[in-house]
């Protein structure tokens, strides 16, 4: 593994940086760990110019010496504003011509959909589709990918995923911190294109998040059955649902900004220096969804994201219909709850007897508790880039974002992102440790929500 960054660093500085995000569990990891390090360097590339690409490539070919397999993944955790110049660079200096050659782009994949177009057009005369992984953390993580076994791995669900039984489907994604010193950077991003479009908010703001990271958790929950789980099958399978996708409306959105806290301990966004008084950027987004088919027709879908909240989660919730027969009372709709994170499972809330010696049916609601905690030993399920790295190692395309795929992406949300952009529509001020705007409520009861 080789490291490739402005930074003029030493290799025990690199080193530190690579072991001090993980977590070991036992002196066999620790062992592993030391091994892995001693293939890790790392090359400057603080010139400007070519000069830095020439001695990267000398550098691999020095780490490739003897090898049979010269195999090369370039990973691209950079800013969207240098992904061309950099992938250029890398195709000219250090493409293995010999074996293969990919490289790993990180969201956000452009602005709206003609600079995302513009961003592919750019790739396409230095490296081919198959070349290309466009990775989404949420794809990688093991409760998203657990939907489609849950789905079509049990009948019970299978044959009641459909307008006829389901009330409505809600996927939120909610952070209990703010932009923590960072929101000028954010500032040029928001909500939408940050989680509703998504990017981690290292790299990225709210306004990117929710349109990639939400549609293709929707994608996935509303898909039709695929031929198989191949990657063409999938992605196929999730564009098409995608395109029946109609765009969002902004009157079928709240969008809000958080201020400082009820108390006054923690800041609000506009409180930070480099955020411009008069600053519109969403750092909340509530958003309903319509597909257009006989399976979804007529079925909201609340897609949320937002900073500085209650509580931090990643959640599904499918929500049934309430039961029609008038035979128990105080019965509650059926939820299926998918917590992506903390703590993943799967939840299903259902009506049971209560127990009584009075006359006649009582119900109480109860929990089918399908936690990972418990059942899967810790530290066997996988991280999220763990997944997608290893999959690009194997030339899996499974959890990476198509081209198409992600046209059809943009398509839902531009529209919704150039009228906030010209200044249209209401931003909701909402307190810092809040559960979000207050005008939530009564909007949320326009799709019986």
């Given at each position: 593994?080789?490291?490739?960054?402005?930074?003029?660093?030493?290799?025990?500085?690199?080193?530190?940086?690579?072991?001090?995000?993980l977590k070991l569990l036992g002196d066999q990891v620790k062992e592993q760990l030391d091994r892995f390090c001693n293939i890790c360097t790392y090359v400057s590339g603080h010139d400007a110019g070519e000069k830095p690409y020439e001695e990267l490539q000398h550098h691999l070919e020095q780490l490739e010496r003897g090898k049979l397999a010269r195999n090369r993944i370039f990973y691209m955790a950079l800013p969207p504003s240098i992904f061309i110049s950099v992938?250029?660079?890398?195709?000219?200096?250090?493409?293995?011509?010999?074996?293969?050659?990919r490289i790993?782009?990180?969201?956000?994949f452009g602005r709206d959909l003609e600079s995302s177009r513009e961003l592919q057009s750019a790739l396409e005369p230095n490296w081919k589709e198959e070349e290309i992984f466009r990775?989404?953390?949420?794809?990688?993580?093991e409760m998203v990918n657990n939907i489609l076994t849950l789905r079509f791995g049990n009948i019970i669900l299978g044959s009641v995923w459909n307008r006829e039984h389901i009330e409505n489907v809600q996927v939120s994604i909610l952070e209990a911190?703010?932009?923590?010193?960072?929101?000028?950077?954010?500032?040029?991003?928001?909500?939408?294109?940050?989680?509703?479009?998504?990017?981690?908010?290292?790299?990225?703001?709210?306004?990117?998040?929710?349109?990639?990271?939400?549609?293709?958790?929707v994608s996935?929950?509303?898909?039709?059955?695929?031929?198989?789980?191949?990657?063409?099958?999938?992605?196929?399978?999730?564009?098409?649902?995608?395109?029946?996708?109609?765009?969002?409306?902004?009157e079928d959105t709240v969008i809000g900004q958080y201020t400082k806290s009820s108390d006054g301990q923690k800041a609000g966004y506009k409180d930070d220096n480099s955020v411009p008084n008069d600053s519109r950027c969403p750092t909340f987004c509530a958003a309903i969804a319509h597909i257009n088919n006989s399976r979804w027709n007529g079925v909201p879908i609340l897609i949320e994201a937002g900073k500085a909240l209650q509580e931090s989660k990643t959640e599904i919730r499918i929500q049934f219909k309430l039961t029609s027969l008038a035979l128990l009372p105080s019965t509650i709709s059926n939820t299926l709850t998918i917590r992506v994170q903390p703590?993943?499972?799967?939840?299903?809330?259902?009506?049971?007897?209560?127990?009584?010696?009075?006359?006649?049916?009582?119900?109480?609601?109860?929990?089918?508790?399908?936690t990972y905690r418990g059942r899967v030993p810790e530290g066997q399920i996988p991280n999220a880039y763990e997944n997608l790295i290893l999959d690009a190692v194997r030339g899996d395309?499974?959890?990476?974002?198509?081209?198409?795929?992600?046209?059809?992406?943009?398509?839902?949300?531009?529209?919704l992102l150039h009228f906030l952009d010209q200044g249209g529509g209401k931003v909701e001020e909402y307190a810092f440790g809040s559960t979000g705007p207050a005008a939530m409520d009564e909007w949320l009861k326009r799709y019986r929500m």
């Open positions: 593994m080789l490291g490739f960054a402005p930074n003029k660093i030493s290799h025990d500085e690199f080193i530190g940086l690579v072991t001090s995000a992938s250029e660079q890398l195709k000219k200096y250090c493409y293995s011509k010999d074996t293969f050659s790993l782009i990180e969201k956000p990775i989404d953390h949420y794809l990688g993580k911190i703010g932009t923590e010193g960072r929101g000028g950077f954010y500032n040029d991003t928001g909500i939408i294109r940050d989680v509703l479009q998504n990017l981690p908010f290292q790299e990225a703001s709210t306004k990117e998040f929710v349109s990639s990271d939400m549609l293709q958790i996935l929950l509303t898909m039709e059955a695929p031929a198989s789980f191949s990657a063409e099958d999938l992605c196929k399978e999730k564009v098409r649902v995608i395109q029946g996708m109609a765009s969002i409306k902004p703590d993943e499972g799967v939840y299903l809330q259902i009506n049971s007897n209560l127990p009584s010696l009075r006359p006649g049916p009582r119900t109480m609601p109860m929990e089918l508790d399908l395309y499974t959890h990476s974002v198509r081209g198409d795929e992600l046209d059809a992406s943009w398509r839902v949300f531009t529209p």
